[in-house]
T-cell receptor, first 116, second 115 residues
Framework: EAGVTQSPTHLIKTRGQQATLRCSPI?????VYWYQQALGLGLQFLLW???????NRGNFPPRFSGRQFPNYSSELNVNALELEDSALYLC???????????????FGQGTRLTVV | AQTVTQSQPEMSVQEAETVTLSCTYD???????LFWYKQPPSRQMILVIR??????QNATENRFSVNFQKAAKSFSLKISDSQLGDAAMYFC????????????FGQGTRLTINP
């Protein structure tokens, strides 16, 4: 069974540009979560999508946005990139719904975004 | 809002010995879940162990066990018979049982295994 896959592995962008990161969840998982892991910091929750809708959002500016497609894959878009957006962006997927809190969330290997 | 605190940025242990990583959290909820994740250099987060808050019995997974103290809001991870492959960043995480199902992570503890 394929795990959570993220692309690209590395991405280098110039300040002010836009970045698009992609995530394919494990088959059968309807929930996708995005986290930002800046250097030396823990993971900060960005966005949660389930069944194609944004369910929850972390404390990030509106230039961080995304969407979930009918096949449950997801995109994270970061507009007007700033130097401090440089980080590892991790995607996770899980089952959702009642009682899903205990369910294991599977993580991808991340996209390393560097803004220069 | 819930917060998770890991007060040990770095820990080291001799191979085959036991090490305990600390984690405390703050929440007003009574029903939640706690997790320990491992992040090796490959960057992929791997679930090590999980605990349901309503269960008093501490979770164990082979060499990994937790000491869950609900009243103290403490959730430490004990690794027995440490192996070189245990070297990684370890993150403690909290997840509400209702509402937003996001994971709230601590800052992490870098564990080094000395041969």
């Amino acid at each position: 069974e394929a795990g959570v896959t993220q692309s690209p592995t590395h991405l280098i962008k110039t300040r002010g540009q836009q970045a698009t990161l992609r995530c394919s969840p494990i088959s059968g998982h309807t929930s996708v979560y995005w986290y930002q892991q800046a250097l030396g910091l823990g993971l900060q929750f960005l966005l949660w999508y389930d069944e194609g809708e944004e369910r929850n959002r972390g404390n990030f500016p509106p230039r961080f946005s995304g969407r979930q497609f009918p096949n449950y894959s997801s995109e994270l878009n970061v507009n007007a990139l700033e130097l401090e957006d440089s980080a590892l962006y991790l995607c996770a997927s899980s089952l959702a719904g009642q009682g899903a809190g205990m369910v294991k969330a599977f993580f991808g290997q991340g996209t390393r975004l560097t803004v220069v | 809002a819930q917060t998770v605190t890991q007060s040990q940025p770095e820990m080291s242990v001799q191979e085959a010995e036991t090490v305990t990583l600390s984690c405390t959290y703050d929440t007003s909820e009574s029903d939640y879940y706690l997790f320990w994740y491992k992040q090796p250099p490959s960057r992929q987060m791997i679930l090590v162990i999980r605990q349901e808050a309503y269960k008093q019995q501490n979770a164990t997974e082979n060499r990994f066990s937790v000491n869950f103290q609900k009243a103290a809001k403490s959730f430490s991870l004990k690794i027995s018979d440490s192996q070189l492959g245990d070297a990684a960043m370890y993150f403690c995480a909290y997840r509400s049982a209702r509402g937003a199902q996001k994971l709230v992570f601590g800052q992490g503890t870098r564990l080094t295994i000395n041969p």
